[in-house]
């Protein structure tokens, strides 16, 4: 348990033993080391907490916890990357299919800004 002097002195609970009648002290004390015993076992990243006048502390937020650096796994590829020779092709050139002679939908070749181009205009 950290001692009443040092929680007393410390910057962050200063402000909350001015708070509480020098009577009560003993309590905030108390309180004060369950909260931070229950802090540094629990994995929260922040707690937000209240001071009553009588020293008692209760929780009145809590925030996300703390990642676990073993529950990281990434995640395995389902397909090859695309520039993984799996994807290319062995057909020559004049086989292979010409995007010229494919049909395109107007629907999907409107760009997000400006105009339509031409060859979605004229597609039939």
């Known amino acids: 348990m950290i001692s009443l002097s040092a929680l007393r002195n ?4 200063a402000p ?12 905030l004390w108390w309180s004060l080391n369950r909260l931070l015993r229950w802090y540094a076992s ?7 907490f209240a001071t009553s006048r009588w020293g ?9 916890r703390k990642p ?5 796994r990434p995640h395995a590829p389902e397909r090859p990357r695309w520039d993984d ?3 290319s092709t ?16 107007a629907m999907a070749v409107w760009p997000i800004t400006g105009a339509a181009p031409a060859f979605a205009l004229n597609s039939s």
């Not at 062995?90 to 939908?105: F, Q």
């Open 90 to 105: 062995d057909l020559p050139a004049g086989l292979s299919a010409a995007p010229a002679l494919a049909r395109v939908s």
């Open 85 to 87: 020779p799996v994807w």
């Open 10 to 13: 410390h910057p962050h609970f």
């Open 42 to 48: 629990a994995g929260f990243e922040d707690v937000l």
């Open 56 to 64: 008692w502390v209760e929780i009145v937020c809590l925030g996300d």
């Open 16 to 27: 909350l033993f001015a708070h509480v009648p020098a009577f009560f002290w003993p309590v």
């Open 68 to 72: 676990d650096p073993a529950a990281y």
